[in-house]
């Protein structure tokens, strides 16, 4: 009874029970944080496409969720929108400054399947996230390319013809901040459009709007 007493009370204890309280804490922040980003995100985009129907996974514990929203309305020009979010470990408070350092953002990808085929593909995509493997652009050698500034960051203009290269800088006039927005594409060999954002707690919508209705404008007759 007494060495227990007398091991209660030493200085490296006291640090254990401390440290453990500290990461329990931040497991439970962490996964509070994450859940905020998440819903908030995938409220956003039931709010802005309307689907039929969605269906929802988690794909990371945590720090994973897919989603895929069905639009089955006969006059829809897209069919289907799946999203992927994979968040920052902010659960894990000794992993978490690693992952910021080397991962650095939360990311949301959407992909859009058009009922029909745009007429040219066009690409904006942040100067800084170009090499990114998961925006990776596979036809740069046939497009042409442009460097332009958007609000504050710089964007590379990938486009195939002069008229989605005039709808993108009219895009760009229009919605003069690109907000959460890296990079949205419109591909017609593979009839999808592409969005890549940065997802925060106060949601996507008021950039996602825009571009949606931008890529419902490539398919319209």
């Not at 007398?6 to 509070?32: E, H, K, N």
């Not at 859940?35 to 794909?59: E, G, K, M, Y």
């Not at 690109?178 to 949205?184: A, C, E, L, T």
Request: contains cysteine.
């Amino acid at each position: 009874m007494f060495q227990h007493d007398y091991i209660a009370q030493q200085p490296v204890f006291l640090l254990f029970i401390a440290f453990s309280f500290t990461l329990t804490f931040g497991y439970f922040w962490g996964r509070r944080q994450n859940r905020t980003i998440f819903l908030s995100a995938f409220n956003d985009l039931v709010s802005v496409l309307h689907p039929d129907d969605q269906t929802f996974t988690n794909i990371g514990g945590v720090i994973g969720y897919h989603a895929n929203f069905f639009i089955t309305k006969r006059e829809a020009l897209i069919s289907q929108v799946d999203a992927t979010i994979t968040l920052l470990p902010r659960q894990s408070w000794l992993y978490f400054p690693i992952s910021r350092l080397f991962r650095r953002y939360d990311r949301l990808f959407i992909t859009f399947y058009f009922k029909k085929r745009p007429p040219e593909e066009g690409h904006l995509i942040e100067t800084r996230f170009n090499g990114f493997r998961s925006s990776h652009i596979t036809s740069t050698d046939h497009l042409n390319k442009e460097r332009i500034q958007w609000g504050s960051h710089e964007f590379l203009l990938y486009y195939q013809g002069k008229a989605v290269r005039s709808q993108l800088l009219r895009f760009i006039d229009k919605n003069p901040d690109p907000g959460v927005v890296r990079h949205m594409a419109i591909v017609p060999e593979q009839k999808k459009g592409y969005l890549f954002m940065i997802p925060g707690k106060t949601g996507i919508a008021a950039c996602l709007a825009p571009v949606y209705r931008w890529f419902l404008s490539q398919v319209k007759e």
